[in-house]
């Protein structure tokens, strides 16, 4: 019950802010038809309840499952078994990432269909599995994360030269999208359980982090491939949605609540089945820890369902009307704040970001402290969406202009960045664009790109979830900066929490 207790508080003082920053535009600046303000109000306490649940579950069960999996994987000790193991492993968690899912559907929606949701999904779960594999092979055979990173963001830059501007946005926004609230417990708990069988503590500490990111390069590169080996002409795109057009309150629930659920089935159904074969076959655990186990896996399926249900029929409308609104004011300056504050806000509520911020609270023994890297991401998602509100606004300004020159200044820190803090950052890249950031924020960003004439929905509207995954890799960087030189004054390893000893000793 404490643990419940503990859970709820910390969700309430995630989802209040939004919750209050939409009411107070509402009464001021976009006042919304009362339908959707219900509904929004109504997913609300979906969210609450569905997060409280969902983060319970991970810690009973999910993460769990992938610590016993990774460490399991790497006491075979061949590299075979690891690598198609963790491929089989990502394609299946990947393949019914409910983020993904959100996004594959947006692409299919405003294409009408010339990027289909089933060759999104596909491919990019083909490139998480290829990656997830070549992740858990870094860490056995002890290759720097930051070398691996740097030349697989180098690929990407040389791919991104012959794809077009609409799939530069997709990749970069299958990326963060694919790396959601199932996917990224389930990535942390393998990457824990196979560095966790290291010798060297202090390497154990800093592989713990980075196979998210890895992971999130896959997604990348599988949707850059793909639009170079079948190339589209020029795509148009628009977003027909009207969301006041359903007048219904609990219609859009009725409506998502059995899709949401068949999805999050499909996500849970092969890790429980792989798990369940483990267990009967080798691992053998008592059956007070099995149950425990798979009551945290019913936790999980329905926190899931109740959150995303609120998040799909509550919040997508109203983040779509809220963008086409402020756009449509002329006021440049309250767009991009309004988005400035939506980023501070919006990432509170991503139940990943408390998984990962917790593994790292608990990996550093406190050392790293979990208000520390929220504040941070905080800061550096709501410079994203502010920054995307201004690409939005400007003609002739594209999402390269941001990325390029945002992932070489990355590709550069982690080079002499805290080694800790460089799978850290960039695993925070990953979870800060969560389930939240794939519905309110784009359905915001794509509100606004339909509204302002120049700009185009596909082009514009999306690739906000790609500026959500990159500016907290550079906050997070600044943030190992600072606390190797808070350590260095203090006595501390700044990559580690051990005590220095004095010298002389």
């Known amino acids: 019950m404490n643990v419940l207790t503990s859970k709820l508080k910390e969700v309430l003082y995630a989802v209040l802010p939004i919750t209050i920053l939409v009411l107070v535009l509402n009464f001021t600046l976009v006042p919304l038809e009362t339908h959707i303000l219900i509904r929004f109000l ?45 491929l089989l492993l990502g394609f299946f968690i990947s393949i019914a990432e409910p983020d993904l899912h959100i996004l594959a559907d947006q692409v299919d929606f405003v294409t009408s269909g010339v990027i289909s949701k089933l060759s999104i999904v596909a491919i990019v779960s083909l490139g998480i599995g290829i990656m997830l594999s070549v992740g858990l092979l870094r860490i056995m055979f002890n290759i720097p994360l930051y070398k691996v990173l740097f030349y697989f963001y180098a690929l990407i830059f040389v791919l991104s030269q012959f794809t077009s501007s609409e799939f530069l946005a997709i990749s970069f926004d299958a990326s963060g999208a694919t790396t959601g609230a199932m996917t990224v417990p389930f990535i942390l708990a393998l990457a824990l359980g196979v560095s966790s069988l290291r010798r060297d503590g202090k390497a154990s500490e800093k592989d713990s982090f980075g196979l998210v990111a890895i992971a999130s390069a896959g997604a990348i590169i599988a949707v850059l491939v793909m639009s170079i080996i079948n190339p589209q002409d020029k795509i148009n795109a628009s977003l027909e949605r009207d969301a006041a057009a359903d007048a219904s309150i609990f219609g859009p629930f009725l409506r998502e609540l059995p899709d949401v659920m068949g999805e999050i089935v499909l996500a849970l159904i092969p890790i429980v089945f ?33 959150f995303l249900t609120g998040v799909n029929a ?123 950031t794939a519905t309110f924020i784009l359905a ?56 220095l000893q004095p010298k002389g000793n």
């Open 42 to 86: 109504i997913g609300v306490v979906f969210i609450i309840v569905g997060l409280t649940i969902f983060l319970v579950g991970v810690d009973v069960g999910v993460h769990p499952i992938g610590s016993i999996m990774g460490t399991t994987l790497a006491k075979s000790n061949k590299v075979w078994i690891v690598a198609l193991s963790s």
């Open 274 to 306: 792989i798990f369940l074969v483990l267990h009967f076959l080798s691992l053998k655990l008592p059956n007070k820890s099995l149950d425990r186990i798979l009551k945290g896996v019913l936790y999980t399926f329905v926190g899931l369902v109740l």
């Open 314 to 436: 509550g919040f997508m409308d109203v983040g779509s009307l809220l963008g086409y609104s402020l756009a449509g004011m002329n006021k440049p300056g309250i767009v991009i704040l309004i988005g400035f504050i939506l980023g501070l806000v919006v990432i509170l509520a991503e139940p990943a970001v408390y998984v990962l911020t917790s593994q790292i609270e608990t990996v550093t023994s406190g050392y790293v402290k979990k208000r520390v890297i929220v504040a941070s991401l905080s800061i550096g998602v709501g410079a994203a969406v502010a920054l995307s509100m201004v690409r939005i606004l400007v003609p002739n300004l594209q999402l390269w202009h941001f990325l390029l020159p945002g992932y070489v200044a990355c590709c550069i820190m982690m080079f002499f960045a805290p080694k800790l803090f460089v799978g850290i950052a960039f695993d925070a890249g990953g979870v800060a664009s969560g389930p939240m």
């Open 444 to 499: 915001f960003a794509q509100g606004a790109a339909e509204r302002i004439e120049h700009a185009d929905v596909l082009i514009d509207g999306f690739g906000i979830i790609a500026m959500v995954a990159m500016t907290p890799i550079i906050t997070l960087l600044l943030l190992g900066f600072i606390f190797r030189r808070k350590s260095v004054k203090g006595g501390q390893k700044p990559d580690g929490k051990q005590q």
